[in-house]
């Protein structure tokens, strides 16, 4: 059975730091790319940064410089090195394991920046 667990979501001041992680587990074969998404309430989901099985990245304009993502393929993890955050960074965020032909979500982790 496939779980793809996401930890590491705290409330923060603004400017501050948090590292999420995320592990998929009980995957066989190669997950091509794994990727952080964020939902704020009342918007959609969107995609925030991602890397693929090869390491290559893509971030949102609106984290790009202050987000940094990196994966390790032998444990199948994922992380997210939040800086500089900001209250419009505030959302659950979710992590996406993603094969060939399956798709394996998160339960998601809470983020909030506030004073």
């Known amino acids: 059975q496939v779980q793809v667990v996401e930890s590491g979501g705290d409330l923060v001041p603004p400017g501050g730091s948090l590292r999420l992680s995320c592990t998929a587990s009980?995957?066989?074969?190669?997950?091509?790319?794994m990727a952080w998404y964020r939902q704020a309430p009342g918007k959609q989901r969107e995609l925030v940064a991602s890397m693929s099985f090869n390491m290559s990245t893509y971030y949102a304009e609106s984290v790009k410089g202050r987000f940094t993502i990196s994966r390790d393929n032998a444990k199948n993890t994922v992380y997210l090195q939040m800086n500089s955050l900001r209250p419009d960074d505030t959302a659950g965020y979710y992590c996406?394991?993603?094969?060939?032909?399956?798709?394996?979500w998160g339960q998601g982790t809470q983020v909030t920046v506030s004073s």
């Open positions: 009980g995957i066989i074969g190669k997950v091509t790319v």
């Open positions: 996406k394991a993603r094969q060939l032909f399956q798709t394996y």
